[in-house]
């Protein structure tokens, strides 16, 4: 049975950081592309960041370069997407999916991802 599992978003104040966490089962993630998506109430669901599979390189939505890293332990099958400086803005249910293939480059939507996990809700307010 395939499933992704985030985990680790909650409260957090302005400027604050939080780490999510994706643990994969029921396939071969190693040979994934894994992205974080967000969707905030009343708003499309938009991809944030990806990491592609054995390359490794990793792609940011615009808005949120230089406050977000995303990580990828395929041993453990997890993916990680530290979040710092957190703006009201990044209020949203976070999701992680998974893509087979090996670049995230040209594969942005939501229509692209063949797994998806349930999300996790990362609340920014003071």
């Known amino acids: 049975q395939v499933q992704l599992v985030e985990s680790g978003g909650g409260l957090v104040q302005p400027g604050g950081s939080l780490r999510l966490s994706c643990v994969a089962s029921g396939f071969t993630m190693s040979k994934y592309v894994i992205a974080w998506f967000r969707q905030a109430p009343g708003k499309e669901r938009e991809r944030v960041s990806c990491i592609g599979r054995t390359d490794g390189i990793v792609n940011y939505k615009d808005s949120v370069k230089g406050r977000l890293t995303i990580s990828r332990d395929d041993v453990a099958s997890t993916v990680y997407l530290q979040i710092n400086d957190l703006k009201p803005e990044d209020a949203a249910v976070y999701y992680c999916?998974?893509?087979?293939?090996?670049?995230?480059?040209?594969?942005?939507?939501?229509?692209?991802?063949?797994?998806w996990g349930q999300g996790t809700q990362v609340t920014v307010s003071s």
């Open positions: 999916a998974a893509r087979y293939g090996y670049y995230c480059s040209g594969y942005g939507s939501t229509y692209d991802y063949e797994y």
